[in-house]
């Protein structure tokens, strides 16, 4: 039985012009049905969800843009589970919803900051300004949470080095307990590249550098680099705490998990699939009493493993190779083990500090 569930609420005010996630805008009108349906779905696939829960992440969207009362009514009928979180905007933060989502269980908040810079927020068409960040840090704070992750991204159009530099230095004076460093991916043929083809082409060619000044910066002020784009303070940074994003971590080591909402993948007994992106047909389906519509696709043994390798060595924790041997590339191994990529006890297997930074190049050449 599973003990990870996502809950995807789409809702946003506005979508940027680089987000290729499952959106829908605005629709006020329309978030207490979809919370409906939302329970619904739940309900039939309750049979697949342990007694007790690790992890329930609210993604989106944004969903704390959900209109209060169906996100609270949502919030109370969710399963509990020692890690919940929440992923918001800032500009969505404010004292009151912070107290609201931590008395109803939320104990971990991921803030969509992305930069501290007007001039590159306002390229990412992101209404919130750093003082509408530093805002809602504190809001958080004053609520009682005492996990907070921020989400930062590089490889802007129009952004430095020292951009960068500055945006990292404004996060470490805030001290979450967790961030993520994400490289702009903008997806061919969008809006987004329209506008800015030149330039992401331009920073294509700084993100190597880019990644390496991510990484200094923050494990030197006492971030553990736990998984290519993500930090969390250490141990003894942390009063003991593991701050590793549990739920995350459950996809990078292939745990089962369940997706509930428009668009929303599981992956169960070696089966994945996933519901309709589309609201009104996902809505009408549960609220006339059927599943939505849903892609399938099996799994065979053959992929778990593959996804196993990719998911795993983006750990800085050993992989146990127990299994795996099929789709491993045995010469690639001993040639990248030769280069200083790769470490291989016989039993683990683990990329080395230089084979982190070139990833998942270095993945795919152990692939068989």
């Not at 996100?71 to 009928?77: G, I, P, S």
């Not at 696709?297 to 750990?315: A, F, I, Q, Y």
């Not at 990529?341 to 080395?352: C, I, Q, R, Y």
Request: charged share 25%; aromatic share 8%.
């Amino acid at each position: 039985m599973t003990r990870h569930l996502y809950v995807h609420l789409p809702f946003c005010a506005h979508r940027c012009g680089y987000c290729d996630f499952v959106t829908v805008v605005g629709r006020t009108a329309q978030h207490g049905a979809y919370v409906d349906a939302l329970l619904v779905e739940l309900e039939f696939e309750r049979a697949l969800l342990a007694p007790e829960l690790e992890t329930v992440f609210l993604g989106g969207g944004t969903p704390t843009f959900t209109e209060p009362g169906a996100l609270e009514r949502l919030m109370r009928a969710l399963p509990p589970a020692a890690e919940v979180t929440v992923e918001a905007n800032p500009e969505t933060v404010t004292q009151e919803l912070a107290r609201t989502v931590r008395r109803l269980g939320v104990n971990r908040v991921s803030l969509g900051v992305q930069s501290f810079h007007p001039h590159l927020l306002a390229v990412l068409e992101r209404v919130a300004q750093p003082d509408t960040v530093r805002r809602a840090f504190y809001h958080l704070r004053d609520a009682g949470f005492d996990n907070i992750s921020f989400d930062l991204i590089y490889g802007i159009p129009g952004q430095s080095a020292a951009d960068l530099e500055s945006d990292l230095g404004d996060a470490l004076d805030l001290g979450p307990e967790h961030l993520s460093c994400y490289e702009l991916e903008a997806k061919p043929g969008t809006r987004f590249t329209h506008a800015h083809g030149e330039e992401l082409a331009r920073q294509a060619d700084a993100m190597e550098s880019y990644f390496e000044l991510v990484i200094e910066r923050l494990t030197s002020a006492g971030y553990r680099w736990y998984e290519t784009a993500n930090f969390c303070l250490t141990p003894d940074c942390a009063d003991g705490r593991d701050l590793r994003a549990r739920h995350n971590l459950a996809y990078w080591l292939g745990r089962d998990y369940l997706g509930v909402g428009i668009g929303a993948v599981s992956t169960i007994e070696g089966c994945r699939w996933r519901n309709t992106p589309r609201l009104p047909v996902y809505v009408a389906a549960l609220l006339a009493g059927r599943r939505p519509e849903r892609e399938l696709e099996p799994l065979p043994l053959d992929v778990r493993r593959r996804e196993r390798v990719m998911l795993g060595l983006r750990l800085d924790e050993p992989l146990a190779v127990d299994g795996l041997a099929d789709v491993l590339d045995s010469a690639a191994l001993d040639r990248l083990q030769r280069l200083g990529l790769v470490h291989n006890s016989g039993e683990t297997l683990a990329l080395t500090a230089r084979g982190r930074m070139l990833g998942g190049g270095v993945t795919a050449d152990l692939l068989a």
